[in-house]
């Protein structure tokens, strides 16, 4: 079982970037996703989720009305799509997945993790 997770990059203040994150190893598409960041010295943090048919989303408040989380079942793929970005989105991206249907925003609720992807925005 494996979450892929690529896109991350060097991007401008005001730019955007889409994060995806390919599951393999078994048929992730009753599970709930989410995205989760790192930045240097801090913790772990929630980023956005989304349940099993994307029927529910949640965000943090930070990236409300600039991120948006959706997912291709039939590709086994979410997908983070990152706009107006900022210096304080600078961090490595993580997605993970729980095996439940229902998208929550804490961390342990998740069960798979994927490798995690470096975001940097330059101000």
């Known amino acids: 079982v494996q979450l892929q997770a690529s896109g991350g990059g060097l991007v401008q203040a005001g730019g955007s970037l889409r994060l995806s994150c390919a599951a393999s190893g078994r048929t992730f598409s009753f599970y709930a996703k989410g995205w989760f960041r790192q930045a240097p010295g801090k913790e772990r943090e929630f980023v956005a989720a989304i349940s099993w048919n994307g029927g529910t989303t949640h965000y943090a408040d930070s990236v409300k009305g600039r991120f948006t989380i959706s997912r291709d079942n039939a590709k086994n793929t979410v997908y983070l799509q990152m706009s107006s970005l900022k210096s304080e989105d600078t961090a490595v991206y993580y997605c993970?997945?729980?095996?439940?249907?229902?998208?929550?925003?804490?961390?342990?609720?998740?069960?798979?993790w994927g490798q995690g992807t470096l975001v940097t925005v330059s101000s």
């Open positions: 993970a997945a729980r095996s439940v249907s229902m998208a929550t925003m804490t961390l342990r609720d998740y069960d798979y």
